[in-house]
Nanobody, 123 residues
Framework: QVILVESGGGSVQAGGSLRLSCTGS????????MGWFHRPPGKGRDGIAS????????SYRDTVKGRFTVSHDSAKNTLYLEMNNLKPEDSGIYYC????????????????WGQGTQVTVST
């Protein structure tokens, strides 16, 4: 079975940085679409970034472009999200996810999810 585990969340002041990680197992590591989703407190979950492991191509939601960077280390089987210049609106739970269908975009439908990691950005 697919297992995704996020880590790296925490509390940070506005303008600070965090690096989230997601280790995965139970799926083929080649030509996968992996993504990051954000769920603000009391709101729904939105896709913010994706990476296609076949060629390293990425996509981002406009709200995080220029601040967040998604990457994947095949040797370590780990997905990363570098978050810079964090804002209070970035607070919430971050999930990593796996998509099995063609078409790798940040706002696509993903099939498997991790448990999430909490991020709190204070003013």
């Amino acid at each position: 079975q697919v297992i995704l585990v996020e880590s790296g969340g925490g509390s940070v002041q506005a303008g600070g940085s965090l690096r989230l990680s997601c280790t995965g197992s139970g799926y083929r590591q080649n030509h996968n679409c992996m993504g990051w989703f954000h769920r603000p407190p009391g709101k729904g979950r939105d896709g913010i970034a994706s990476v296609y492991t076949g060629d390293g191509s990425t996509s981002y939601r406009d709200t995080v472009k220029g601040r967040f960077t998604v990457s994947h280390d095949s040797a370590k089987n780990t997905l990363y999200l570098e978050m810079n210049n964090l804002k209070p609106e970035d607070s919430g739970i971050y999930y990593c996810a796996l998509r099995e269908r063609p078409g790798c975009k940040y706002n696509a439908a993903f099939s498997f999810w991790g448990q999430g990691t909490q991020v709190t950005v204070s003013t």
